[in-house]
């Protein structure tokens, strides 16, 4: 093995492979250089891995795969002045543009050049190093451990969920999927002061687990109509004409249906999970109802230190999301793992300064 910038690298399609890269340089004065710790596996590197594409974003050459990473800054540019060498940070992975009209609105998760990490075809995060902007790495104070500041990425996510749903203090949550992402989205309903989270899935140990974690009900899905569904949920849940929010954070057609007709009339409806790119959808029951429908795409302005803020201040945890550790030369184990769907949250080590 090398012993520069380790890298752990997808060749092709279902091949992934160690390399030994050179160590980036610092582009911009405001760039620093981070010694990478702790990365978890999100489902999109999994994606990436077994099927080569998302979309139209398609590996067509080699790429360093992740992207929900923290680590401790080892060098950095001449006029850096809001971290130092030394500090721990979580690495917000998506650079954009800075010009375009979605960045200078504050929407610079819409930005149309971005260069996200681990996204083709631009390298992502899990090797021994990698350069941020300074702005693009958080603090992270000392009641924060490294392999939590791992988590603000998807804990990024579900705050920019639940900011597009514009959640309030006694509203009651709906979200569809108990994965990483919707787990998050019910702890930061709630943080947010939402007085009653219900949480369906298919998958009952994820759903026990919601319960202890920020879910106040839980619904296994069943096999029946969008319709019944909702109406069950409605009644086990007694969400009286219907829910305040519904979020869907599985991507799955019958959660997305379901998720329209358990609203009541005028409430809000947010698309957070990816699946098919056509569905049928309910839109009679979206325009009767006058429900606002939104997207939502990673994150934005805020959304990484609110998280981080969330976490500090206790009022979100994301240490029990964390199911196991590996070591940096065991990662392709690790997406094993993820793909076969063991645990919640898979953190891999950062590279050993003797590897």
């Not at 752990?8 to 004065?29: H, Y």
């Not at 579900?158 to 992402?181: D, E, K, L, M």
């Not at 839980?218 to 009644?235: H, L, T």
């Not at 029990?320 to 590996?326: G, H, M």
Request: hydrophobic residues 40%; charged residues 25%.
């Amino acid at each position: 093995m090398g012993q520069e910038n380790l890298s752990f690298v997808l060749e092709k399609t279902g091949v992934v492979k160690f390399e030994d890269r050179p160590v980036p340089k610092l582009a911009s004065d405001y760039d620093v250089l981070v010694n990478v710790k702790f990365t978890g596996i999100c489902g999109s590197d999994v994606h990436y891995w077994q099927h080569g594409a998302i979309g139209s974003f398609i590996v067509k050459a080699p790429m360093v795969l992740g992207h929900e990473s923290s680590g401790i800054i080892t060098a950095v540019g001449d006029k850096v002045s809001t971290v130092k060498v030394g500090d721990r940070v979580a690495m917000e992975p998506g650079i954009p543009c800075r010009r375009c009209i979605r960045c200078k609105d504050g929407k610079y998760n819409l930005c149309v050049d971005m260069r996200f990490a681990a996204t083709p075809p631009i390298d992502g995060t899990l090797a021994k190093y990698y350069t941020l902007p300074e702005d693009f790495c958080y603090k992270l104070p000392e009641s924060v451990s490294l392999e939590e500041g791992a988590l603000m990425e998807p804990l990024a996510v579900g705050v920019h969920i639940t900011r597009q749903a514009n959640i309030q203090p006694g509203q009651s949550v709906v979200v569809f999927g108990s994965g990483p992402v919707g787990l998050l989205c019910c702890a930061v309903a709630k943080a947010y002061g939402a007085n009653k989270i219900v949480a369906v899935d298919i998958n009952k140990e994820r759903l026990d687990f919601a319960k202890s974690y920020a879910a106040t009900d839980i619904v296994v899905s069943q096999r029946e109509s969008a319709a019944d569904s909702a109406a069950r949920i409605i009644k086990d849940c007694d969400l009286g004409h219907g829910a305040d929010v519904a979020i869907d954070a599985s991507g799955a057609e019958p959660c997305i249906q379901a998720g329209i007709h358990v609203l009541r009339t005028g409430g809000t409806y947010v698309q957070a999970g990816m699946g098919k790119s056509d569905i049928t959808f309910p839109i009679g029951a979206m325009g009767a109802k006058e429900l606002n429908v939104k997207g939502s795409f990673r994150y934005s302005s805020g959304d990484y230190r609110t998280s981080v803020d969330l976490v500090t201040s206790g009022r979100v945890s994301v240490k029990e999301l964390i199911s196991n550790k590996v070591k940096f030369l065991d990662a392709e184990t690790a997406f094993n793992d993820v793909k076969a769907a063991k645990g919640i949250k898979v953190l891999i080590e950062g590279v050993e300064d003797s590897a």
